[in-house]
Structure formats: C-alpha cells, structure tokens
C-alpha cells in the first residue's frame, strides 16, 4: 500500500507528457543536462586552480624522509 507499482508510474509519466508535450520536455532535459554539466566543469576547475592553504592536510604517500 506504501508503493507505486510500475503501472502507477507508467500513467504518471503518460500524464506529465499530455500536459507538457515531448517537446517541452525534450529541451527541459536538454537545459538541465547543460546546467549538470557546466557545475561539473566549474567543480573541476575550482579544485585545479586553488593552491593548498596554510593548515589543509594534504593526503599522499611519504617516498623518503629527507
């Protein structure tokens, strides 16, 4: 009684396609997969450009002791 089975879903999506249209949801996907991506990109070059600060622990492996 606390789950949806997949026919509760099937008609879920069939209604969310009559009142959007594929094409509108076709773009909203398309938008949203551009914004995940750009965040990724951002993430990636926020960790490439910043310089370990006084006090940050660095993980790694220690080859000799000089």
Do not use: C, N, Y
Not at 32 to 49: I, N, P, Q, Y
């Amino acid at each position: 009684m606390g789950s949806f089975s997949i026919w509760h879903w099937l008609i879920v999506l069939l209604v969310v396609v009559l009142v959007f249209g594929t094409k509108k949801l076709r773009s909203l996907g398309s938008d949203l997969g551009g914004a995940v991506k750009g965040f990724k990109e951002g993430v990636r070059e926020d960790d490439t450009k910043q310089p370990p600060q006084a006090g940050q622990v660095i993980e790694g492996e220690v080859k000799s002791k000089e």
